[in-house]
C-alpha cells in the first residue's frame, strides 16, 4: 500500500510537471489540436467516401462506423496524453544512456520511463473523441444506460492494446541502436487500427487478433460495445495482453542486460 | 560549378538515406505495402463481402489494378524536406546556409529527392516487369512517372513556401502535418478520386494533389488518353510556375523577418 501511495505521487508530480510545460507553450496545444482535428476530418471524409458509394461496409452501417470512429480517436487520445511521447523518446534513453538516471531511482526505471512525458494537450481530442462517440451512440444501435459504464473499460483495454503494442515495437533499441524505422512500421501498422476488424480479410483479421492486436486499439471496443462479443473473444481479449505484457516485460529485463549506458 | 554542387548534394543525400540500409528498406516497404493492403481490404469489403460488381464505373478488378499500380508512385511524392527547412529556420541553423553559393531551398530538395529518384528507378523497373500482366506499357509508365516526378517537385514548392510560415510562428511543422494529412486523402493515395462523389469531385480538382498519385495511376492503366495526359502535363506547368511564385513570395517575405536565433 505504502508503495503504491509512492508510484502515486510520483505520478501526481509529473502531471503537475507537464501540466505547467505544457501552459508555457500556449501556441503548442492550439497547433495539436487542429491536426488532431484535421486528422479526424480526414478519417471522416474517407469514409463519407466509402459510404456515398455503399450502404453498409461488412455489415457496418455509416453511424456504426463513426461510432466506432468516435471509441478509436477517444482510446488513442488517452494514449497520446499518457505513453506516446515516452515512446518517441524512448530510443534516446538507451542510444544517448539518458536511462542511467533512472536506474539509480530507488523506483521502477521503467514507471519512470513511461510516466516521464505527458501531452495534455491531447485532452481536447479526448474531448472530441468522446464527442463523436457519444453523438452517434443513439443512431449506431448502442444501448446506452448502464452500458455506459463498459465505455470507459473498453476505453482502458484499447489503451492497454496500444501500449503494449508500441513497447512491442519500442524495446528493440536495446539490440538494433536505432529505434526510429521500427517506430515508423507501428505507425504504419497503426492505419490498420483505424478500419473496423469485420471488414479485413480471415487471414488479416486473425492477425490483428493475435499477433498484432491493432483491433483491440479501437475496433475491438467499438464492436464489443454495439454487438456484444462471443465468449471465446473475451477469453481471447485476455490471453493476448496478458501474453504481450509478459513479453514486454521479458524483452525489458533482457534488455537491461544488453544496455551499455552510452554517456559513461 | 552549378550542376557540380547539384550533383555533389543529389549524392550527399543518396548515402544519407541508404546510410541505414535496412531502415531504408522497411520505411519503403512499410509505407508502400500497408497503405495499399488497407486499400485492397476496403474494396474486399465493398465488392465480396458486401456483393457490389461495380463501384463508381470500377469493378473489384480494376480497384485492385488502381492499388497496385499506384503504390509506383506514392513512393515518389512528397517527403520530409520541408519538416527539415522549418526545423532549420526555427533553430536558425538557416544562418550557416545563408553564407554559401546555393540556394537553401533547393539545396534541401536536392538532398530529399535523391532517395526518390532511386526509388523512382525501381518502380520504373518493377512496373515494367509486373505492368504487363494488367497491361501497362512501358510508354505509359515512364509518362506517368514523369508526371508523378514533377508532383514531386511541385509538392515540395508548396511544402517550402508553407515552410516558410516558421519565419514568424514557431509552431509551423503543424501547418506541415495538416498539408500532409490532406496530401493523403486529395492525391489518390487512400482511394480512386473517381469515388467521390459528384458533389464533392471539385474539391480534388481544384488542388493539384492528384498529379502526385492519381493522375500518374490514371494514365499508366490507360483510363486517361494521351491527349488528357499532355492537357495534364500542362496543367502541372502552371502549378510549378504557381509554385515557383509562391516560394520566391514567401520565402522573400521571411527572410526579412529572419532573426537568426540559435544555430
Known sequence: MKTLTAYLEIFRVQFKNNFVREAVYRTNFLTSVFTDMIWMAVEFSLFKVIYANVPNLAGWSQDQVYFFLGTFFSSDAIFTIFFQRNYWAFGDLVNKGELDILLTKPVNPLFLALTRWMSLTAIFNLILGLGILIHYAGPAGFEGGWHWLLVAFWLLIGVTAASVLRFMFSIWVFWTDRGWALSRLYYQFFQIATKPDPIYPRAIRYTILTALPFAFIGSVPARALLKGLPAWEYAGVAIVLTTFFSLDALLWKRGLRRYQSASS | ?263
Not at chain 2, 460488381?53 to 497496385?68: K, N, P, R
Not at chain 2, 513512393?75 to 553559393?101: C, H, K, T, V, W
Open chain 2, 1 to 263: 560549378m552549378k550542376l557540380q554542387w547539384r550533383l555533389a548534394t543529389l549524392k550527399n543525400g543518396l548515402q544519407d538515406a541508404t546510410a541505414y540500409r535496412l531502415e531504408f528498406l522497411i520505411q519503403i516497404l512499410s509505407s508502400a505495402l500497408v497503405p495499399a493492403a488497407i486499400q485492397s481490404v476496403l474494396w474486399y469489403a465493398m465488392f465480396v463481402l458486401g456483393g457490389k460488381t461495380d463501384v463508381a464505373g470500377m469493378t473489384y478488378a480494376q480497384m485492385l489494378h488502381y492499388t497496385l499500380t499506384s503504390i509506383l508512385f506514392t513512393q515518389i511524392r512528397g517527403g520530409d524536406n520541408d519538416f527539415e527547412l522549418a526545423e532549420m529556420i526555427r533553430e536558425g541553423q538557416l544562418s550557416n546556409y545563408l553564407l554559401r553559393p546555393v540556394g537553401v531551398v533547393e539545396f534541401v530538395y536536392l538532398r530529399g529527392v535523391a532517395p526518390k529518384l532511386l526509388i523512382a528507378f525501381f518502380c520504373l523497373l518493377a512496373g515494367m516487369g509486373a505492368g504487363w500482366a494488367i497491361g501497362i506499357t512501358p510508354e505509359r509508365l515512364v509518362g506517368a512517372m514523369f508526371l508523378a516526378l514533377i508532383g514531386n517537385i511541385i509538392h515540395y514548392q508548396i511544402s517550402a513556401s508553407l515552410a516558410a510560415a516558421a519565419f514568424v510562428w514557431e509552431e509551423a511543422y503543424g501547418i506541415l502535418m495538416v498539408k500532409n494529412m490532406i496530401v493523403s486523402l486529395l492525391s489518390g493515395e487512400l482511394l480512386p478520386l473517381n469515388l467521390f462523389p459528384p458533389s464533392m469531385q471539385w474539391i480534388w480538382k481544384s488542388a493539384p494533389f492528384y498529379l502526385y498519385v492519381f493522375g500518374p495511376t490514371q494514365y499508366a492503366l490507360g483510363r486517361w488518353s494521351h491527349q488528357e495526359f499532355l492537357m495534364q502535363l500542362g496543367v502541372s506547368g502552371l502549378w510549378l510556375i504557381v509554385g515557383w511564385a509562391l516560394i520566391r513570395m514567401s520565402w522573400g517575405l521571411g527572410i526579412r523577418r529572419y532573426l537568426s536565433l540559435g544555430g
